[in-house]
Every structure is written in C-alpha cells, then in structure tokens.
C-alpha cells in the first residue's frame, strides 16, 4: 500500500490513505456555501423592488429582473452539499447510514441547482414542466433522513455533532410540512427559518470532515 498520502499506489486494491488538505478544502467550501447564500438574499431583500420578507419567500426574489443574485447564492449552497458528499466518501465514518447520506447529499445538491437553474418560481412561470414543488419536497425528505442517518458517523468526531445533527432531524420533520399548510402572511419568514436549519446541519457535517482532517494530521505528524 502507498507509504504516505502522495505515494501512487502499486496495486489497483490496495487500501488507500484519506488526505487531511482534502478534507479541510472540501470543509471550508461547504462552510462558505451558506455565507454566500445568505449575503445574496440579503442583497436581493435590498435590491428587489416591492419584496417584503416576511410575507414573501425566496422564491420570490428568485424571478425577475435580479434573479442572478438569488441564484448566484442558490448555486453556492448546492456547491456546498457536493463538496460535503465529496468529503463525505473520502472519509467514510461507517455504517449504511453513512453512506445513504452521501448519496443523499449528492442528490439534494443536485435538487438546490435545479431550483436555481429552472427558474419555475414567483413569476407564474408554467411553460414546459414545471417541477419547482417536487424539488421543494425533495428536499423535505432529504433533510428529514440525511441528518440522523450520518449522525452517527458524525459523533465518532465530536459527541456534541450526533446530538446537532439527530436534533435537526427532530426539529425538521414536524416543522417542514407546515410551510406548504400555511398561508402566505409569514410565509417568507417561516421559510427562512427552515434554510437557517438545514444550514445547522451543513455547518455541524463540515466541523466533522475537519475534525477528521486534523486528527489525520495530527497522526501524520506523529508518524514521521
């Protein structure tokens, strides 16, 4: 097998060693994902004319004249869950679970830029096959499964990251599905609170793949 994590391997099965830079990189982008994300609906707030957002949701300022900066955001969220499945597989925590996230996470990210990408939202938009609210429940279902099943995974990091990421599953299930019951007064509003959980999630996955990166390291380190 290869010596060190630069070492090309002399056999196509021999066990190959996960590397720290790798993962850090993978990490940071994902950490950035949302910061971009929330920057451009801020700027978008700002910007688009006539937008309320409390009553109005993101959707919304997805259509339009200044469709871009909510899609330059969108965009950056879905780069974020790819490079989280990325890190994900390289280093892999155990478990079916484990691997069903990243499976998942690959379709969610996947899901994000297809919304950004259709544009089928807040303009009446309905030419071709308008498939805005399937996405929508995607990733309902997605945030409902990946967080518990790779909570395990992630507390073989830090304890307190399984406990993060179970209580994002506990907290997503009943309080998802009310976004499509309620009406459109504090709509807006109540779905910024849910892309604020799913961001809770994608923050606590990322200080996992970190925490592997350092503890990787520091073995390294050790080792010569």
Known sequence: MPETVHDIPADPGDPLPEHPHI??????????????FTIAILIADVVVPDHDWISDTISDLGAGRYEFIVDIGIYAYAASLIALSVGSAHAHLGGRGWTVGIFGLIATGLVVFLIGARNEYGDGDSDGWVIHSYLVWGLGLAFAVIPWSMSAGMGTIRPVLRKIARGVTVVWIPFSPVFFLMGTEFDGLYERGLGLITFVFTYALAFALLGRSRALARRLAEGN
């Open 23 to 36: 993962l850090t990189g993978l990490a940071w982008i994902a950490l950035a994902g949302p910061v971009i």
